[in-house]
């Protein structure tokens, strides 16, 4: 009976955590587009810095405040979870669209065109990849061995949501690029990038999963 207990007691605590990243991502989607109407209104448009901090917002917003989460878990002494793993994983993986697309621009990548369709990728999902690897990493220290990891990886709907979401996100980008879509606004960058942050469908499969049970 304990132990039952002690079971519903660890899925709802799991489903409240993956609730807070759907949170923690919706918010990022909001400071994301106020910013990119706020310096289309000063007449920014097409400013790499304000394009960085548009696209960081809408993008990665969530990965600031997700981390700030597995902080404060980990402070206040909480048994590590898969949704902790998803805030360390989007933390740390955060930064690398910054360099992608300073580099771009500096080799003279036309950003806006088709060329550049994977710089709003690499916003959008490179905290995804991050999360993906930390999730698989949380798993391998709990089997104690790759094979079991990769056995429970492949049946954790979370793990595959977050999987489908980082191979289908390109294609779409790519396509709206080629038919002729271009971020030459602050607000389209800003919506370009939330199109492409799908990073809320896998802890919504958690939440649902958790609640399930």
Known sequence: MFDDKDKRK??????????????????????????????????????????????????????????????????????SSLAQAYGWGKLIGMTVPWWIDLFSRLLGVNVYGWEGFYIPYFYAMSD??????????YMYRQERSFGGAVKRYLKNPVMLTSLLVIFIV???????????????????????????????????VGMWLERKR
């Open 10 to 79: 660890e899925h709802k605590e799991e489903e409240e955590e993956f609730g807070e990243l759907i949170k923690f991502t919706f918010a990022g989607f909001a400071g994301g587009l106020g910013l990119g109407w706020f310096l289309d209104k000063l007449g920014f448009q097409q400013n790499p810095i304000g394009e960085w901090l548009v696209r960081t917002l809408a993008g990665e917003g969530e990965s600031i405040l997700e981390g700030f989460f597995a902080i404060k878990k980990r402070l206040s002494g909480a048994t």
């Open 128 to 137: 995804q990849l991050g999360a993906n690897v930390s999730g698989f990493v």
């Open 170 to 204: 390109p294609l779409g980008l790519l396509t709206a690029r080629l038919l002729g879509f271009s971020p030459t606004t602050n607000l389209f960058v800003a919506l370009e990038t939330i199109a492409a942050n799908l990073c809320w469908l896998p802890p919504l």
